[in-house]
């Protein structure tokens, strides 16, 4: 072997002693939006929904907060160009304020018509010091819950996940907030329900063998799913008669353009509850409300 030859196959052995770095991927500038627009109240025959825009023309994204019945959390979802890189299933963080600890979970991913890409949370409540995604208003409380404001510092709508962060910057949330607390409260009246009778109430429907409907209802529905590894997020109403039985039920879509069938009103005709009661601790007729959430391969977070 030549000199130059030992030489080369030396500096090759060193190079390969070299320990490999990767590089590190490249930090994507934070997408920060401005209001387009003011808040938009939208009522539908079973649902409310506050709608706002943020953006310039030609890159306008929508944010909306959604309840099917009134209650402590609403449905959030965010379209538009900025959240075509999130992913469905992957960890991410949400909060209402710099500083404020991050709401971590894995919400789904959709798309919505005219906007696009869309990060979806079926249920988010707003109130505490930590954005959650658990209300317990199905563990028969008394009265009507409602949806209150977030902290007084809260100004904007940050989701982060990976490298992307994008912030909404809504300013204060307490008049709109009112307004969908009072269109909620409204469903109970086009239930054919009595709003005053509800306001008064003693206690909630309880719902008897949730458990065992549940897992029922959950293993039929993931068979359909399955199948096209997909996801999907209902709210479901039933009405409950004084002696505890359902005389109906609703199943409302949250996912944008989901639509497979959830078994879960047939099922329901069998559920048990021990009815609501009014002021004066008599049986009364009302509804009972909650979430069905079905997923494939989607990881969960605390």
């Avoid at 005389?247 to 639509?259: F, H, K, M």
Wanted: proline fraction near 8%.
């Amino acid at each position: 072997m030549t000199a130059g030859g030992f030489l080369l196959r030396r500096i090759l052995l060193a190079l390969a002693a070299l320990p490999l770095v990767a590089a590190a991927p490249a930090k994507a500038e934070p997408v920060v939006l401005k209001p387009a627009g003011p808040w938009n109240l939208d009522v539908g025959e079973n649902r409310c929904r506050l709608n706002r825009l943020f953006g310039e023309p030609g890159n306008q994204h929508l944010l909306a907060l959604e309840q099917h019945y009134p209650g402590s959390g609403a449905g959030l979802f965010m379209a538009g160009p900025a959240f075509k890189p999130f992913s469905s299933g992957a960890r991410t963080e949400l909060r209402l304020f710099e500083g404020q600890t991050a709401l971590v979970s894995a919400p789904f991913t959709g798309a919505v018509e005219e906007f696009g890409p869309a990060v979806i949370y079926r249920t988010i409540r707003f109130d505490c010091a930590t954005p959650s995604t658990e209300t317990l208003d199905f563990l028969g409380g008394s009265g009507i819950p409602r949806l209150a404001s977030p902290p007084a510092q809260a100004r904007s709508i940050t989701v982060a996940q990976g490298n992307h962060v994008v912030t909404l910057e809504t300013g204060p949330f307490g008049g709109a907030f009112a307004a969908l607390n009072r269109c909620s409260e409204d469903l109970i009246r086009a239930w054919g329900l009595d709003l005053e009778q509800h306001r008064t109430a003693s206690r909630r429907p309880v719902w008897q063998n949730r458990e065992e409907l549940n897992r029922r209802i959950t293993a039929e529905f993931a068979i359909r799913l399955a199948r096209n590894a997909g996801q999907a997020i209902y709210q479901m109403r039933v009405i409950v008669s004084p002696q505890g039985t359902v005389e109906d039920c609703q199943l409302a879509s949250v996912v944008p353009g989901e639509e497979a069938q959830s078994p879960a009103c047939k099922r329901m005709e069998k559920a048990r509850f021990e009815p609501a009661l009014d002021a004066a601790g008599q049986p009364m007729r009302s509804y009972y409300v909650t979430s069905l959430t079905y997923e494939t391969n989607v990881q969960s977070f605390p």
